[in-house]
Nanobody, 124 residues
Framework: QVQLVESGGGLVQAGGSLRLSCAAS????????MGWFRQAPGKEREFVAT????????YYADSVKGRFTISRDDAKNTVHLQMNSLKPEDTAVYFC?????????????????WGQGTQVTVSS
């Protein structure tokens, strides 16, 4: 049974930091590129960051570039999203996703598996 379980969300003040984690099970994690997406109330799900299965390529949305860092630990089947200098507009539910491909992907329909999400709220 495939599972992606996000953790690390919460309430933080603007300028603060959070580190999201996503624990994967039920599939061969090292065969999959991983991504983070987010969805704010009343908005569509949007791409945040992605990492290739060998960690040699990463891509970020322009809105988070320079503030967020995606990484993965294949020994622990885990992907992380370090979020610094958080802004109120980063408030959303953050989702972890996996795609069976060498290269990372930036659009949601390309992904095979999804987690349930973790809430991030940034107060001003």
């Amino acid at each position: 049974q495939v599972q992606l379980v996000e953790s690390g969300g919460g309430l933080v003040q603007a300028g603060g930091s959070l580190r999201l984690s996503c624990a994967a099970s039920g599939f061969t994690f090292s065969w999959y590129a991983m991504g983070w997406f987010r969805q704010a109330p009343g908005k569509e799900r949007e791409f945040v960051a992605t990492i290739s299965r060998r960690s040699d390529n990463t891509y970020y949305a322009d809105s988070v570039k320079g503030r967020f860092t995606i990484s993965r630990d294949d020994a622990k089947n885990t992907v992380h999203l370090q979020m610094n200098s958080l802004k109120p507009e980063d408030t959303a539910v953050y989702f972890c996703a996996a795609v069976h491909d060498v290269v990372p992907r930036t659009t949601a329909p390309e992904y095979d598996y999804w987690g349930q999400g973790t809430q991030v709220t940034v107060s001003s």
